[in-house]
């Protein structure tokens, strides 16, 4: 299993930006899939978590009303469209799959890096 995230960049505070996180090789469909972000000399944190069939979503309180979690199975592809962004929101961001019902996320993808300036 692997997992590609891209999206990131540079964006104003205020702004929005769209990760996505493409997975290849297992089924994708049967992952809960979630996004963490890690700021510099900090630990990683939990951002968001879907379920497989996306009727479930999870958020940090840090994010609530901010950031959306989505998943398109038939791309293999889950989202993180990130509103109202703020300076403490950068961090690199990465996204995991849980391939195992109520296991750890087991498969990272590289990450990416968000930059919000203020």
């Known amino acids: 299993v692997q997992l590609q995230a891209s999206g990131g960049g540079l964006v104003q505070a205020g702004g929005s930006l769209r990760l996505s996180c493409t997975v290849s090789g297992g089924t994708f469909s049967t992952y809960a899939m979630g996004w963490f972000r890690q700021a510099p000399g900090k630990e990683r944190d939990f951002v968001a978590a879907?379920?497989?069939?996306?009727?479930?979503?999870y958020d940090a309180d840090s994010v609530k009303g901010r950031f959306t979690i989505s998943r398109d199975n038939a791309k293999n592809t889950v989202y993180l469209q990130m509103n109202s962004l703020k300076p403490e929101d950068t961090a690199v961001y990465y996204c995991a799959a849980a391939t195992t019902p109520g296991a750890q996320y087991g498969y990272w993808g590289q990450g990416t890096q968000v930059t919000v300036s203020s």
């Open positions: 879907i379920s497989w069939s996306g009727g479930t979503t």
